[in-house]
C-alpha cells in the first residue's frame, strides 16, 4: 500500500460536483479530476497542501465536470496534460453533447491525451486503470487506484444511485452492463468516490443500489 497517496474532495460549484485531487505527500505530484468550476479554488487547494499541479483528468465532458479546465490551462499553460476517454470525443467538441449549451457556457478545451479501457496511467508514484463505463454518457471513464483500493467514479455511480441516462450519448441499459462488469467486479471495499455526493463502497452498491441488481 502507497502510504504517500492522498485524495483530496472539493465540491464545485452549483451542480456541487465533487473535484477529485490525487496527490503524492512526497513527491508532491497531483493530478485534479473534473475541475468543473471555481479554478481559483483549485488551486488554492493545491498551493496549500502544497502540490505540484501535474496534470488533469476527466470522466466525461458534461459542462459541470469541465467548465474550469480552460481557465486552469491558462494559469499553467497548454503544456498541461489533459486526459479523457477516447470515445468522449463528440461530447468535448459539441455545445448540445456536453449540455454547455444548456447553461449559456462554452468550452473551448479539447484534451490532448485519450485514454482506452485498460489504459494503465502511471502517477503520484501509483498506477490507475482506466476503465471503460458508458451509459451516463458514451466516453465516461472510471479510475481504478488499487494501490488504496479507490474508484473515481464520476457520474456512473452513486451512493445509493446512478447517473442519468437521458441526456445525448445515454443509455441506461449500457450504464448497468458497465456497472456490473466494470464496477460490481472490483473488490467490495473498493471505496467509490461519485461525481456528486457522498462516497460509497462497490459491496454497498452490490446490495442496496436500486438501479442496478447483479
Known sequence: MNDNLMILTMPLGEMETNCYVLGNSET???YVFDPGAEPEAVLRL???EGLE???IILTHGHFDHILAVDELVAEVGPQ???YAGEEEKEVFQNGNYNLCSMVGQTSLFMPNHFLKDGDILEICGTKVKCLHTPG???GGMSYYIADKS???AGDTLFQGSIGRTD???GSYQVLADSIKKKIYTLPDYTIVFPGHGPS????EEKVCNMFVHL
Open 136 to 138: 451516463h454518457t458514451c
Open 80 to 82: 498541461l496534460p489533459i
Open 28 to 30: 508532491k505530484e497531483a
Open 150 to 152: 479507490w474508484l473515481i
Open 53 to 55: 499541479f501535474s496534470g
Open 167 to 169: 441526456f445525448p450519448t
Open 200 to 203: 460509497t463502497t462497490v459491496g
Open 46 to 48: 493545491l498551493q496549500q
